[in-house]
């Protein structure tokens, strides 16, 4: 079964700091995989994008990062700011015959206290 | 600026009701997902269209849930009758590409309460 696990489920970092969220998947077989980032009562929005080929990938301060050996990802935040208060999601695709067919995790909530 | 319009932005309804939640997707994209977000299941995908034709609902519960595009400009989700378990928010995303990996621009979604 395609499972997507995200640890922690919730972390509270002073402002400034870095913070490390986890995805873990046993998704099969492994087309490509996206953070999210979802704001309080706001859809979410796409950090990044990576493909079986990629193992690193940067936008501004949130740095992604993939192994497909081990079918794990993480997303970094450098240099927090109160504005990265947000869950992020981690999405797997998986190919399919009749398409890539979506996985989600259940996210990281991200507190970024003064 | 160009985004993604749901309405209504909050529903409650009761038990039994007909529930119509509407979609404007961005002017030119030519794919449409659905999705619900709860607590307990996280965010899934309810349905995706490509130039306005169903390609997957598999994630909807057909009894109950039906998904349209009337034309280019709207998206429709529709409940009836609504249960409590459908209380949940609803998000519209659309993007320009043809597979379920199109990059999906989000609408703020649809807040809806059965009781």
């Known amino acids: 079964k395609n499972q997507v696990e995200q640890s922690p489920q919730s972390l509270i970092i002073l402002e400034g700091k870095n913070c490390t969220l986890q995805?873990?998947?046993?998704?099969?077989?492994?087309?490509?995989l996206r953070w999210y980032k979802q704001d309080t009562g706001r859809g979410p929005v796409s950090l990044t994008i990576m493909t079986f080929s990629e193992n690193t990938k940067s936008n501004g301060r949130y740095t992604a990062t993939l192994d497909a050996d081990t079918k794990q990802s993480s997303l970094h935040i450098t240099a927090s700011q109160l504005s990265d208060s947000a869950s992020y999601i981690c999405v797997v695709s998986a190919l399919g015959a009749a398409g890539n067919k979506l996985t989600f995790g259940g996210g990281t909530r991200v507190l970024v206290k003064p | 600026d160009a985004r993604v319009t749901q309405t209504p932005r909050h529903k409650v309804t009761e038990m039994g009701q007909e529930v119509t939640m509407r979609c404007q997707p961005i002017?030119?994209?030519?794919?449409v997902f659905w999705y619900r977000q709860t607590m307990m299941q996280g965010l899934e995908l309810l349905a995706y269209f490509r130039n306005r034709a169903p390609l997957d609902d598999s994630g909807m519960p057909k009894d109950r849930f039906s998904a349209e595009m009337p034309d280019a400009t709207l998206a429709t989700l529709k409940i009836q009758p609504s249960e409590p378990r459908d209380s949940a928010v609803y998000f519209c995303?659309?993007?320009?590409?043809?597979?379920?990996?199109?990059?999906?621009?989000f609408g703020q979604g649809t807040r809806l309460t059965v009781v």
């Open positions: 002017l030119g994209h030519n794919t």
């Open positions: 995303a659309s993007g320009l590409g043809t597979g379920y990996w199109t990059e999906a621009f």
């Open positions: 995805c873990n998947y046993t998704v099969s077989p492994f087309s490509n």
